[in-house]
Every structure is written in structure tokens, then in C-alpha cells.
């Protein structure tokens, strides 16, 4: 596959995802604030009338807010009707999505300018109902049916990758550790705190005492969600949006003199449940959508030198580092103890924070990605910098991989 | 209109039957059953009928349930490969805790029955 017209982002904006901070406010509120931001953003200024369309993703405002029909709601509230307006659920990877739906859109020629967001507003249920909500995603008949959470899918997947290749929970461990180092370097992210920030304050109110993370992490206070997976193995309920805006090349310059070039683009769907997957230690999906968006841009995954992949919970991020091709299958786990995904690393892997720190609104999470990756490309990522970014990707997995987009940006 | 639908597959549970499609013209076996066979596109499937008995290849022990599971929990579920072949995702009873599990044990399929609901459950033996 290759775009008959070249597509780049020349704005992008997001809202700090939180579980607090949006309690007053509804999901047009927290959209428009980051759209509005994403329009700011432009160097050379952008009217909102030169928006061709709007794609939303939105996982399930259905449930969390009893509204649906959300892309018709953030085109109003953010005054461009009559503009087309698409909705694009897929999990957890809506707006992952909806960046390739924009590109395409604005490839096929059909627009000049397109504005891809997403948003979640999680906090409306508890978390009994949040968890319900997010096994909607899973397969409702044979894999909820007989009791399997979202969490517990991931589990699982631990468990098999565990029991194949002899990686372990410590391993895990050491994303989250690293995650949220990323995460304290971020004003947007929902924990900016490092893990033993954390286990001094929930130490200090319950009277314990942790020499170092891991004695923390393994203890009481880090309680089992799904075995093996612990609390700070999986990403927090947040509320948060972001938006990203994507010009054809050959109007990009007008907007700015740094636009970022969608090089490679992918996607793909596996069978809903694990059952019917062939190998539980990967996400085929995720190899499939990275091969088509390595072969677009004409490069290799040692090529890419820092990536968002998707890690709802830690295990994600090393079935994600493998299967995107960043290491050997079964290596994952070993090159974040190495150091090799850190932001200092060889492969600097969510220098954001990532879903796990910086928090996985889940709509939202996509288009997040691509902000990221603006920041990264033009050096304007503050702290968490990562030096000489000439290739930058993401990576979004719906649910349990059946849907996985990727996108692989460069630089002009 | 397909004889492989889900509500045939719980009915067939209610009767303590295991059941799943298999492909008559590449002989792929699919549990649940399914209409048309991802393997060859062949739209012919026949029943099959499984034994029960398999192995974990996928397990957690879950602690923050469903709400319709709440009184349950912690609770147990994984992925079984059938001796027949395919996999499928079940309970696993009376189960408290992952160290009790590992991946490779062997298990037997278990009927739980019930408020017109059927639910496939394994029992390591």
C-alpha cells in the first residue's frame, strides 16, 4: 500500500489525563479543550473553517456517559458544522484508527485538512463498572461469559509468555519502575510521580516501610488485579482527549515550516478471542499492522528511534517491543531490565509515560500517541526528549489485539 | 440461517455436551463452532463433539470481577487446548490463587448449569 498524496501533522494538542481534574466536566468539554489547544498549536495559525472533516474516536461513551453519536457532538461544540464528522470505535484503539481513516482521507484527496482526535470520560462508573464496560471488548459470549475480565485476558497472556520463554513478573515490574520515571517527566500525565514516590506515601499512611521499589511492588500495597498482574502492572482509569491535525504535503508549509510526515501506515484484526489464536506469546495483529507501515515508509524497526506502544498493562509492552520487531521473541522482558527501553536506551519505548503512567483514556489513547510523536520529531518534548529522533512510531492494540494500527512518522 | 450459532452451543452445554464445528473439507475443528472455517473459507462444517479433556495453556486468577461475578471472586479462568485440537476459554474451578495453576496442567471439562444460563468450567485432574 502507498498514499498517492503525502500526509502530515502540523498541530496537536491534549488535555492532561487524569482521574480528577475533568470530574466537572463532560467529554465536549474535554475535547474542544484539546482541539482548541491542537489549533493553537499550528505555527502559522489555522481557522477553523479550513478544517476539512473531524474523526473521533470514542471506545464507549455509550456506557460512561450514555451518549453516543459523540464525532456529530465535538463538531458542534466545537463550532464546524457542517463539516463531516465520523465516530470510529475499535477498543481501544479508536483513535489509532481514526489517525489512518485521516490520513487516508486527506490522501485520497477528499480533504486538504482533517482534525483526528479522541476522547474518554472514564470516571462516571466505579471501577466494578468500568470493568464490566471495558470487557465489552472482549468476546461478550465466550470469553466474558465464562468470567474473563479485560485485565484478565492480559494476565493470560502473562502466563503463557511466562511459561514459553522464562520471562518474569520482576521484568514486568521494571516497565511500570520505568513508565512512570517517563511519566514524572510529563505535564500531561496522570501519575508524574516515580514508583517510590509512591511507595513512601502509601507506606507512610499505612505504617510500612520499603527499602527499595521492588520490596513495594511486592508487597500488600501493590495488590493482585489478575494474577500475575498486580495494581501498578495496569494502567489507571483516566479522563483526558487529544487531537492531532493532519494537512496534505502540499498545503502543510502554509501551516508551518516543521510539519511531520506520516511515513508508513498499518492496520490489522485478529480472531476477538485468545482461544482462537494460534500463539498466546503474540499479537499478530501487531505484527501485521507493523509490517505494512514498515514497508510504506521504507524502513526497518532498527530504524525507529522512539515509539508509544501500547501497554494497558505491562505485559503488553513486551509482547509490543517483540512483535514490532525492536527485539528477539522472549527478549522483551530482559532488554527493559537491560535498559535498552529507557530514554537514554538504545530504543527509548513511552518516554510519555505510556498508557501505564501517563494514563489510557481509552478513546483518547491513539491520537495521544500521535501527539507524542509530534513533540518527539521536533524536538519538542522538554525532558523527556529523546536525542536524534529521525523515525518515531505508534502503536495501538483494540482490546486484546484484535484491531492493532500502526504509524511510523519521520521528519520533513 | 446457521445451525452454528451460540444459543445451539449453550443449549448443548445445558445438556453437558462440549461441542464445536469441524471443517469437512480441510478438517479444522472449532470450539465454539463456527459457520464458516477461517482456515479455508469452506462453509461446510459439521458437529463435532469434544471430550473434555485438555491442558492450560493461558490462566490468571482474577480479583476485581465482573459485577455479575462479584461473590466469586478471586476466581480462576484460562485457555484449554483440547486433546481434539482447538482451544477454549473456561473457568477453572475452585481455584484461589495463580501459584495453584501452571501452564501445561491437565484439565477436565465441567458443566455448570443453571437460571437458564450454561457455563463451560474445567477442573484440573
Given amino acids: 500500500m502507498r498514499l498517492s498524496r503525502g500526509v502530515a501533522v502540523v498541530g496537536a494538542g491534549m488535555t492532561r489525563f487524569h482521574h480528577k481534574i475533568h470530574a466537572n466536566k463532560t467529554s465536549r468539554e474535554i475535547f474542544v479543550e484539546a482541539a482548541l489547544e491542537a489549533m493553537s498549536s499550528v505555527d502559522n495559525g489555522m481557522g477553523l473553517d479550513e478544517l476539512g472533516a473531524l474523526f473521533v474516536g470514542n471506545f464507549s461513551g455509550d456506557s460512561f456517559e450514555k451518549q453516543t453519536h459523540q464525532a456529530a457532538l465535538m463538531a458542534d461544540w466545537l463550532g464546524v458544522t457542517p463539516k463531516a464528522a465520523t465516530r470510529i470505535e475499535d477498543a481501544c484503539a479508536s483513535s489509532g484508527v481514526a489517525v489512518n481513516m485521516g490520513v487516508m482521507a486527506v490522501a485520497s484527496g477528499a480533504y486538504d485538512v482533517v482534525m483526528v482526535g479522541g476522547v474518554e470520560k472514564m470516571r462516571t462508573l466505579s471501577t466494578e463498572g468500568v470493568t464490566d464496560t471495558l470487557a465489552m471488548a472482549a468476546d461478550a459470549q465466550y470469553e466474558v461469559g465464562v468470567g474473563f475480565t479485560f485485565p484478565g485476558l492480559y494476565a493470560a497472556l502473562a502466563t503463557a509468555h511466562f511459561a514459553k520463554y522464562g520471562s518474569t513478573w520482576e521484568q514486568l515490574a521494571a516497565i511500570s519502575i520505568k513508565n512512570h520515571h517517563n511519566g514524572s517527566l510529563n505535564s500531561k500525565a496522570h501519575y508524574q510521580t516515580e514508583v517510590m514516590e509512591s511507595a513512601m506515601r502509601f507506606g507512610e499512611r499505612r505504617g510500612m516501610k520499603f527499602e527499595d521499589e521492588m520490596e513495594f511492588l511486592r508487597s500488600s500495597l501493590n495488590p493482585v488485579v489478575a494474577y500475575p498482574l498486580r495494581l501498578f502492572d495496569c494502567c489507571p482509569i483516566s479522563d483526558g482527549a487529544a487531537v492531532v491535525i493532519l494537512a496534505a504535503e502540499d498545503v502543510a508549509r502554509k501551516y508551518t515550516d516543521t510539519p511531520i510526515p506520516v511515513r508508513g501506515i498499518g492496520q490489522a484484526s485478529d480472531m476477538m478471542a485468545l482461544h482462537d489464536r494460534v500463539d498466546l506469546t503474540t499479537l499478530r495483529a501487531t505484527r501485521l499492522a507493523a509490517d505494512q507501515a514498515y514497508k510504506m515508509a521504507g524502513v526497518e524497526a532498527d530504524e525507529i528511534n522512539v515509539a508509544d506502544v501500547h501497554d494497558c498493562f505491562t505485559i503488553a509492552e513486551v509482547l509490543a517491543t517483540e512483535d514490532l520487531g525492536f527485539f528477539e521473541k522472549g527478549q522483551g522482558g530482559k532488554a527493559v531490565e537491560e535498559g535498552l527501553t529507557a530514554l537514554d536506551g538504545d530504543k527509548p519505548v513511552n518516554p510519555d509515560g505510556g498508557l501505564k503512567a501517563k494514563g489510557h483514556p481509552v478513546g483518547a489513547t491513539g491520537a495521544a500517541m500521535a501527539y507524542e510523536m509530534f513533540l518527539q520529531l521536533r524536538g519538542e518534548a522538554g525532558e523527556r526528549q529523546v536525542d536524534d529522533v529521525e523515525y518515531g512510531l505508534a502503536h495501538n492494540v483494540g482490546a486484546s489485539g484484535g484491531t492493532v494500527v500502526v504509524q511510523i512518522y519521520g521528519r520533513t | ?125
Fill in chain 2, 1 to 125: 440461517m446457521t445451525q452454528f450459532t451460540v444459543q445451539a452451543y449453550k443449549d448443548f452445554l445445558q445438556e453437558g455436551k462440549l461441542m464445536g464445528s469441524r471443517c469437512k473439507s480441510c478438517g479444522t475443528i472449532y470450539v465454539p463452532p463456527r459457520p464458516v472455517c477461517p482456515e479455508c473459507h469452506s462453509r461446510k462444517l459439521d458437529w463435532l463433539e469434544m471430550s473434555g479433556d485438555g491442558t492450560l495453556e493461558a490462566y490468571t486468577v482474577i480479583a476485581v470481577p465482573l459485577s455479575i461475578l462479584a461473590e466469586e471472586a478471586p476466581y480462576a479462568v484460562g485457555v484449554v487446548r483440547l486433546v481434539e485440537g482447538p482451544n477454549v476459554s473456561g473457568m477453572i474451578l475452585d481455584i484461589k490463587e495463580g501459584a495453584a495453576l501452571t501452564v501445561g496442567a491437565h484439565v477436565k471439562a465441567e458443566f455448570k448449569k443453571g437460571e437458564g444460563k450454561a457455563a463451560l468450567c474445567f477442573r484440573v485432574t
